[in-house]
């Protein structure tokens, strides 16, 4: 788990606002070549909401940065609020997730990117302030 800075702007903030955001990716320490290489994510903000938001009312993606022996972007779907999300508190997406078969061995890095927030209000974009640094490794055998 990292804490990653970010500026964002949505339909109800246009103005770019930088914002930290907590991101886990969660992926295998070994794997064979080959094999399918499941990426899982989640992510928190660390700050509250202006509103309350029904339970999946909110959805996202995250790019994810392969680095490594082999490297290319991938983007982790699925992400939701599993629980309802009151007013002021931090929100909590989960299951988001990408997959990929690494055909060269050696080792993985895994970084994230850009983020992209849909709720029934607004969208919502995030792009990394800088360079993110590496959340997981796996090591392809």
Do not use: C, W
Not at 33 to 49: A, S
């Amino acid at each position: 788990m990292g804490r990653f800075a970010y500026v964002s702007t949505s339909g109800r903030q246009p103005e770019p606002e930088e914002k930290d955001i907590e991101i886990t990716i969660t992926t295998p320490d070994e794997i064979r070549r080959g094999d399918t290489l499941n990426i899982e994510v989640t992510l928190r903000t660390l700050e509250g909401v202006f509103k309350d938001f029904p339970t999946r009312d909110i959805r996202g993606e995250v790019t994810i940065v392969v680095g490594g022996a082999q490297e290319r972007k991938l983007v982790a779907v699925g992400l939701t609020n599993a629980n309802y999300v009151f007013k002021g508190k931090n929100v909590l997406m989960t299951g988001g997730h990408a997959e990929f078969v690494p055909v060269q061995a050696g080792t993985y890095t895994f970084a994230p990117g850009e983020i992209t927030v849909t709720t029934s209000d607004y969208p919502l974009r995030s792009i990394p302030k800088q360079s993110h640094s590496v959340d997981s490794t796996t090591i392809v055998i």
